[in-house]
């Protein structure tokens, strides 16, 4: 049964960097079958799609985000990685990590991150 | 402001049948497959109708998905107080390079 356990810190100061990890069990990163994607839901609202990572490296980020977030992936360690930068108030969400073949599947849990200084 | 336009609200009485609409574009639901997810409270969302129709192992029958060129529906039939949730509709958008989402619609079962 293939499970998605997001982690990382809760609360971030403005303008710095929001860090969060994504560790994948019973599956297999490796076999290349899936993207690993970061979507995230402002509170109180719609669920908005931050980019996704093939093992392969190939990835590919949401225009209005692009300039500030990078998805990378550790296939030794069964984990996919979100770093977003100079984080303001409007990127308080849930972040989720999930996976993909031809529809997003299976969610993570989901790690509530709050930009507040 | 989504990409995919749905109501932000439905309601209906137990045994009821409720049906939530998702209106996208061409570059989205008028070229790709439409998904639909529930999400309960304080829960992550869950896969409940994907490929337009299709139904998960597990989900029951009273969960039905439609499409119809640039728009979708979700059907729920004989609304039961379990289904109070967050249903959200998904597509891939072919100009964005991305998965887009529907606002979210909130059913109450009243």
């Known amino acids: 049964q293939v499970q998605l356990q997001g982690s990382g810190p809760g609360l971030v100061k403005p303008s710095q960097t929001l860090s969060l990890t994504c560790t994948v069990s019973g599956d297999s990163i490796r076999s290349g079958a899936y993207y690993w994607n970061w979507i995230r839901q402002r509170p109180g609202k719609g669920l908005e799609w931050i980019g996704h990572?093939?093992?392969?490296?190939?990835?590919y980020y949401y225009p209005s985000l692009r300039s500030r977030v990078t998805i990378s992936i550790d296939t030794s360690k069964s984990q996919v990685s979100l770093r977003l930068s100079s984080v303001t108030a409007a990127d308080t969400a849930v972040y989720y990590c999930?996976?993909?073949?031809?529809?997003?599947?299976?969610w993570g849990q989901g790690t509530m991150v709050t930009v507040s200084s | 402001q989504s990409v995919l336009t749905q109501p932000p609200s439905a309601s209906g009485t137990p045994g009821q049948r409720v049906t939530i609409s998702c209106s996208g574009s061409?570059?989205?639901?008028?070229?790709?497959?439409v998904t639909w997810y529930q999400q309960l409270p304080g829960a992550a969302p869950k896969l409940l109708i994907y490929?337009?129709?299709q139904r998960p192992s597990g989900v029951p029958d009273r969960f039905s998905g439609s499409k119809s060129g640039t728009s979708a529906s979700l059907a729920i039939s004989g609304l039961q107080s379990d289904d109070e949730a967050d249903y959200h509709c998904a597509t891939w958008d072919d100009s964005l390079h991305a998965w887009v989402f529907g606002g979210g619609t909130k059913v109450t079962v009243v």
């Open positions: 999930a996976r993909a073949g031809s529809v997003v599947d299976i």
């Open positions: 061409s570059s989205n639901i008028g070229g790709n497959t």
């Open positions: 990572i093939h093992n392969s490296g190939n990835s």
């Open positions: 490929m337009n129709n």
